[in-house]
């Protein structure tokens, strides 16, 4: 079902010739929604913006959606909906089980990396947004009716291998019997060891040319590692309702064979030159170049994401690439993605987003970090969270404060404000969810829960308010799903919440009585199952009773 706005909007336009750009009305009395469209025509049409307006009225028909459209002030179009209109719309988004969201007239198949924590390390709070909000954007999009590639590039190649498989050697270790913990133990020493013994250094550089040319015995430590790693991943995915599974993975040790070819073709292209002994490409306008093959012939980060980005657009065929990391990393991709259109690589058909997320404060405003100064792990959060507040609302307050600002703030961890059931938060929506649906549960066992859910009656402001939100949904979800920005969708769930609240307060629902009671229902189902499918996108589980 095309949303109200947009079937309008395209009335609209069909008349002036140009997007009207509807936005919501900035105060009750100018009706629902209002376009500037006539002030942008004046100018090309040698004529007053009001006229211009009177020109767009007169030929405008509407009458079936709106009220008479009024002219305002220098030449706004005001609309205001139809009372029936509305209520037909929210009735019938009751029925829809998609609530109103349109399937994407052209679906692409959109690769999002993220999360991507690296092998004998934990995962961090740098690992925890990355994974909420990729999750989040893979429900939108696959809610939006696009087919979602989630590809996990796991940190499980390089020349940290090197050190740590020497080091599980020297300590005669077996690797498939430690734990995550263990290993970035383990990774520390390792670390620590290369440092300062130089035999050690030597051998741990020779172990990277064994893993890399395929050496069984090194092999099968390095896969230890890796599965040891992706059980402690794996728990944190479960803990974190995540929809990543191992089908999902796609680590970078995958691309190890085609490093060499890829480096070899962009020097054949000419786009990439030596430079003191290392293969390079210098992109104009950045600092760096990116580094296809080091001096001393090894290969890393940027040439394995090139290779990645290759397979993604021929093999994956994938039309959209969206990469969910910390800001930091911007230049890096905005790097493999000009490098990757010199090539060819990257068509124009293809569009290539980075989307870059600030950093989680501790409550002194500094980045959180664990006692010895390293980013603080995940595991930690989650426990702290859990101790104030059960599971699912810890991660609804969790999930929530990583999404519902701008991605590319930093946001301070305050975990007691997080949780609170008041203000701008998770739980909060969680809390207006389970209270219609004890509403309803009450209605249903005092039997007047209506066989048939239908709006019919909007004569209150608040029940108008509610409904006219309430229509708003598919367009939201639309929004998000191009724009990639949640904390749309949460601002738009905080409102919807806040207008709720004030119309059960106003308007009666079980102490009415007859077509009011039942369209009241209605419209408390309309937004219980709204906030439901809306959280649910953000990851979040709407709870029933709190
Ligand atoms: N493993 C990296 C890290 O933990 C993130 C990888 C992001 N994805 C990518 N294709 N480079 O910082």
């Given amino acids: 079902m095309a949303s109200l706005p947009s079937q309008l909007s395209a009335r609209v336009q069909a008349v002036a010739g140009i997007e009207p750009e509807l936005r919501p009305a900035t105060r009750p009395e100018f009706g629902h929604f209002q376009s500037n469209v006539a002030l942008r025509l004046a100018k090309s049409e040698r004529k007053s913006p009001r006229e211009v307006a009177a020109d767009i009225v007169a030929r405008l028909d509407v009458d079936d959606l709106c009220e008479p459209v009024e002219i305002a002030g220098p030449g ?8 029936s209109v509305l209520a037909g719309y929210v009735t019938g988004q009751l029925a829809d089980p998609a609530l109103g969201v349109e399937q994407a007239e052209h679906p692409q198949r959109v690769v999002i990396d993220y999360s991507s924590p690296n092998v004998a390390k934990q995962m961090h709070v740098g690992h925890l947004r990355t994974t909420i909000i990729g999750d989040c954007f893979n429900r939108v999009l696959t809610a939006a009716g696009h087919e979602v590639l989630p590809q996990n590039h796991l940190g499980d190649w390089g020349t940290q291998f090197g050190q740590l498989v020497e080091q599980i050697l020297v300590e005669r270790l077996d690797p498939a019997a430690l734990d995550l913990v263990e290993a970035e133990e383990l990774y520390k020493r390792a670390a620590a060891h290369f440092k300062d013994d130089h035999d050690f250094a030597d051998r741990a550089r020779l172990r990277v040319v064994a893993l890399q ?53 962009l020097k054949a292209k000419g786009v990439a030159v030596v430079d003191d002994g290392a293969l390079c490409v210098f992109v104009p306008g950045f600092n760096a170049p990116l580094i296809l093959r080091k001096r001393d012939g090894g290969y890393g980060y940027d040439v ?11 093999d994956l065929k994938a039309d959209r690439l969206i990469y969910v990391t910390d800001v930091r990393q911007g230049d890096h991709f905005a790097q493999v993605f000009a490098v990757a259109r010199m ?19 501790g409550a002194d405003g500094r980045p959180y970090k664990t006692r010895d100064g390293k980013a603080m792990h995940l595991a930690t959060l989650l426990d702290m969270a859990e101790e104030i507040a059960s599971p699912p609302i810890a991660l609804a307050a969790i999930k929530y404060a990583d999404l519902s600002n701008g991605l590319n703030q930093n946001y301070v961890f305050d975990i007691e404000r997080m949780v609170a059931t008041t203000g701008n938060t998770g739980p909060y929506l969680q809390y207006a969810h389970a209270r219609m649906t004890q509403v309803l549960a009450r209605a249903a066992a005092e039997g007047v829960l209506p066989a048939h859910e239908a709006v019919t009656v909007l004569d209150e402001p608040q029940e108008q308010a509610l409904a006219l939100l309430l229509s708003g ?7 998000v799903a191009s724009t990639l920005q949640p904390h749309k969708l949460c601002a738009y769930l905080y409102d919807l919440a806040g207008t709720l609240s004030v119309f059960y307060e106003r308007c009666p629902v ?31 589980e709407a709870l029933d009773r709190m």
């Fill in 76 to 83: 706004f179009l005001n609309f205001r909906l139809r009372s």
């Fill in 213 to 265: 040319s395929g050496d069984e015995e090194t092999l099968r430590i390095w896969r230890s590692l890796v599965e040891v790693s992706l059980a402690g991943f794996n728990t944190m995915y479960a803990r974190l309702h995540v929809l990543l599974t191992d089908e999902h993975l796609a680590g970078e040790s995958i691309y190890n064979a085609v490093l060499g070819p890829v480096a070899d073709e």
């Fill in 304 to 314: 394995t994401d090139l290779a990645a980005l290759l397979h993604r657009v021929r």
């Fill in 343 to 361: 090539a060819g690589w990257l068509p124009d058909t293809v569009s290539a987003e980075h989307v870059g997320y600030g950093m989680v404060l």
């Fill in 473 to 479: 949904y598919g367009d939201v979800v639309a929004e």
């Fill in 510 to 540: 079980l102490r009415s009585e007859g077509e009011v009671r039942s369209s009241r229902l209605a419209l408390c189902a309309a937004t219980k199952r709204v906030l439901a499918a809306g959280l649910d996108l953000l990851g979040i």
